[in-house]
């Protein structure tokens, strides 16, 4: 008679990879985000060149990054809080970034991970910046 099957307690534990378009800089993520956003400020739309940003936000321990990058560090609009942009300097994707006002937290675009599959958002920040013919999902979080 053969022994039962063992199951396993241990959660699986589901790994995702970015990168620039290069592949230089690349990224691991370790487990889910913690959020998923679209952002509308200016300043993403000037970063992305498109009409809105989507990251997703994990805790700095989930994250490891390889490759060199390069640094572009930006004001808040207030003039109080940085953002701190981590891109490849040969291509000069953004890969990820991190902020004062969110210590211990690292954002990724979520086009730098490729994956049509990824989580969607879950909320919509600076929405007063949104372009006016841009349709959101019904159930998203709405903040001004």
């Not at 063992?6 to 990168?19: E, K, N």
């Not at 390069?70 to 902020?99: I, L, M, W």
């Not at 990724?108 to 013919?133: I, M, Q």
């Amino acid at each position: 008679m053969s022994p039962e099957p063992i199951l396993s307690t241990i959660p699986l534990v589901s790994t995702r990879h970015a990168a620039c378009s290069c592949e230089q800089l690349r990224l691991t993520v370790e487990g889910e985000p913690v959020r998923v956003s679209i952002c509308h400020c200016l300043a993403c739309q000037r970063r992305t060149g498109s009409v809105f940003g989507v990251q997703a936000r994990f805790d700095a321990e989930q994250v490891t990054t390889e490759g060199a990058s390069r640094q572009y560090v930006r004001v808040s609009d207030e003039g109080e809080k940085r953002a701190f942009f981590h891109f490849c300097p040969d291509c000069g994707a953004t890969v990820f970034y991190t902020t004062e006002a969110t210590p211990g937290i690292v954002a990724v675009p979520v086009g730098a991970f490729a994956d049509p599959s990824f989580p969607a958002p879950t909320r919509s920040v600076w929405e007063e910046r949104r372009h006016l013919w841009l349709r959101l999902p019904d159930d998203i979080e709405h903040v001004s």
